[in-house]
């Protein structure tokens, strides 16, 4: 069998379970194209050590990499298509820090904000009520980008303050109660959209000036400048720079904060942030929450209210 028809089995296999598979469809093709399409019996173990060292070190893109590709041949074995694996079994240690999320501040989210309208222009098809609705929305409600990309108008229940969001990771739909102050957005959001576009039948939520869909691209580009103006940077000159997607972890980090200020029962909140952001898991959303200085102060005067025998 040939490296192509096993990775379109393995494919169709994850998928069938109800797994997306996109990121590691892409890293499974980058592999069929860097070792070609090879019978599977003869790819060797200094192919795959070629393609996962194609970066120089070994970071959590590799282990990312070794990750798949072992499930890939795990799945051969398993099912008689193979007889050995060429993946190697231990990994290396690591040559590069793990990459730690950016959890904003309530002054940078403002920041942001503010650097909106200076990062449009007539050459960026993009209003500024668009920008800003979806950092609101992003942060507001803890969405994915393409969750909130591929929202409509009418995905949007203003009265009973609620999204639908469909078709989500792992094909899953939910519905996602808004605050009051974020439907307040929403609702002006929505009268501006229809609007400018009436002669749409359906209006994406978040769209160019022309009424088409906005897209990833563009919002992390539209981000990337907010940033820069706002001046929000890892210092040291990390690659890692604060990313879009980091308002979700930022969402879940605040939320956890507000709890322990507020002495509310975590162990029976931490399921319903995991449901409300739509993980199979707490495991999922334990990745989400990145221990900041703020939690940890947090964490460690509950601690000590406990210690001390104080009703918490």
């Known amino acids: 069998m040939k490296l192509s028809e096993a990775i379109s089995m393995y494919l169709d296999h994850k998928r069938a379970l109800g797994y ?9 093709r980058s592999f069929l194209k860097r070792v070609g399409n090879l019978p599977v019996a003869s ?11 194609q970066s120089g070190s070994v970071t959590a893109t590799w282990i990312k990499k070794h990750h798949v590709i072992s499930g890939l041949f795990h799945f051969m074995l398993v099912h008689g298509l193979a007889k050995l694996s060429p993946v190697p ?17 309530h002054a940078e989210l403002k920041s942001l904000l503010d650097a909106i309208p200076a990062t449009t222009s007539v050459r960026v098809p993009i209003d500024i009520d668009v920008l800003q609705t979806l950092i609101f929305l992003l942060y507001g409600a803890g969405l994915r980008l393409g969750e909130a990309l591929t929202l409509t108008t ?11 969001i469909r078709d989500t990771k792992f094909f899953k739909n939910r519905l996602v109660p808004v605050g009051t102050d974020l439907s307040l957005i929403l609702t002006e959001h929505i009268g501006k959209l229809r609007a400018s576009h009436t002669a749409l039948e359906t209006i994406p939520l978040f769209c160019f000036r022309d009424g088409s869909p906005l ?24 690659r890692w720079q604060p990313r879009l997607h980091d308002l979700r972890h930022t969402f879940a ?16 909140l931490l399921p ?27 964490a460690s005067l509950r601690f000590e209210r406990y210690a001390k025998g104080e009703q918490s």
């Open 215 to 238: 897209s990833q691209s563009a919002a992390r580009n539209a981000f990337r400048r907010m940033r820069l103006h706002a001046g929000i940077k890892r210092e040291g000159g990390s």
């Open 272 to 298: 319903k942030l995991a449901i409300y952001m739509g993980h199979v898991d707490l495991s999922s959303t334990q990745h989400y929450l990145t221990m900041t200085p703020e939690l940890l102060a947090q």
């Open 43 to 53: 790819i060797e173990p200094v192919a795959v050590l070629s393609y996962l060292n």
């Open 20 to 28: 997306r598979f996109f990121n590691e469809e892409y890293i499974l």
């Open 89 to 105: 079994h231990s990994i290396p240690n690591k040559t590069a820090p793990d990459f730690v999320p950016y959890i904003y501040s």
């Open 154 to 164: 009418d995905e949007v229940d203003l009265k009973q303050r609620c999204l639908s």
């Open 253 to 268: 980090v605040h939320r956890l904060v507000a709890w322990y200020r507020s002495d509310a029962n975590l162990q029976e």
